[in-house]
């Protein structure tokens, strides 16, 4: 039996990724939000109209659909590169459904968390749009384009082939480096919330990111035993929920044990 451990050189130094969020500025002053660090970060976002995203989506054409959720249902689309130059780009395009309040929510929550983090191991957000008009309000997410879908189309679709064992411990160990980075190098804790193999993304290379994550919110900061019940968002009147509950620490893979 051979044992590893994947995370030895994570807990000697900072990550890489997003080093002015690292360890090293937990000990300055009061803990900070993710909605304190979004203000500094969201800016990266791009804006988009919801003309551009329904141009690139062919109006929403159910044959570029590619998933549905509670949120609402997804999309290919091809988007141009500010400027208008270079090759188009394929993305993913979330449109949230109008009637769900519950999806408001958790699109909120995507825009704040994503335009926080960055990690190779986390979808990425390109930006958003958010227009109220005459014909209702439109809330829709644009990330990047992940071409194999989901783990679990892998695994439970009988028309896709059965993924081979050394592939799967890849999309495994990324997994777990994905929700290692949410719980240790962040400046804020963060607990996942909705972990399952339907918010497993692949890339073309079989290459595993973390996505979807209207359900996040904060650990517990400074000794506290409770966190939150709340996602991490303000309410509509700009206020902060305090409702609060036990929850253990989140627990961190260590060893990986391959027989």
Known sequence: MNCFNIFNSRTKKPSKSSPDLGKQNRSAGSPRSILDLYKEKGHDLRKFSFSELRNATDNFN????IGEGGFGSVYRGSIRHPGGHGDPLVVAIKKLRRNGMQGHKEWLTEVQFLGVVNHPKLVKLLGYCSEDGERGTQRLLVYEYMSNKSLEDHLFNRAVPPIPWITRLKIL???AEGLAYLHQDLEIQVIFRDF???NVLLDGNFNAKLSDFGLAR???QGGQSHVSTTTIRESENGKRLEK?????EPCTPRMVHVA
């Open 244 to 248: 609060t509950s036990p929850l253990p």
């Open 62 to 65: 159910r044959v570029l659909k």
């Open 173 to 175: 160990l990324s997994a």
């Open 196 to 198: 399952k193999s339907s």
């Open 218 to 220: 904060e650990g517990p």
